[in-house]
């Protein structure tokens, strides 16, 4: 059941890329246009996406265990460490330069255009490399929660 949801979540995901426009790198770089012809649509989209997902937190912490798992597993860091700026600063400068993400450019995959599937393969190349390297984080351990109290409880 739990690939059933990620196979329903990915498509969902992507079709909301689709529609959104965020699969078209110049509507990015569009918005990274600040000083120029500036396109504010991916400001709305990401809103609305902060929208979303800050409901979804919302009604997940309410309950005491997930629908298709035994326990939740939340993050146990919340610091701001140099291989979280590092990786970030890296991700922009790939967006800004480009115009796409790896969400999107997976998308775009399915075009089979040559400098999507450049950017797909350079993009498992360095997830490769960075997990040969052994620099890549541990995964989020599980964390109990405790079971929040529901509206119901007053």
Do not use: E
Not at 53 to 77: E, K, M, N, Y
Not at 90 to 98: P, S
Not at 128 to 134: E, P, Q, S, V
Request: proline share 6%; net charge neutral.
């Amino acid at each position: 059941m739990q690939i059933v949801a990620s196979l329903v979540c990915g498509l969902i995901f992507g079709a909301g890329l689709l529609i959104s426009g965020m699969t078209d790198p110049q509507k990015v770089l569009g918005f990274l246009d600040i000083f120029g012809a500036w396109d504010a649509t991916l400001a709305f989209v990401m809103a609305g996406a902060v929208a979303v997902t800050a409901a979804g937190f919302a009604i997940a912490r309410q309950r005491a265990a997930p629908t298709l798992s035994a326990r939740f597993l939340w993050p146990d860091r919340n610091d701001i460490d140099a291989p979280l700026v590092t990786g970030a600063v890296l991700f922009g400068i790939g967006w800004g330069l480009v115009g796409i993400c790896p969400g999107p450019a997976l998308v775009n995959l399915a075009g089979l255009t040559l400098p999507i599937v450049v950017f797909v393969a350079a993009m498992i190349l360095g997830m490769i490399g960075h997990a040969f390297c052994g620099r890549h984080a541990t995964a989020p351990r599980a964390v109990q929660s405790p079971a929040l109290p529901s509206r119901a409880d007053g």
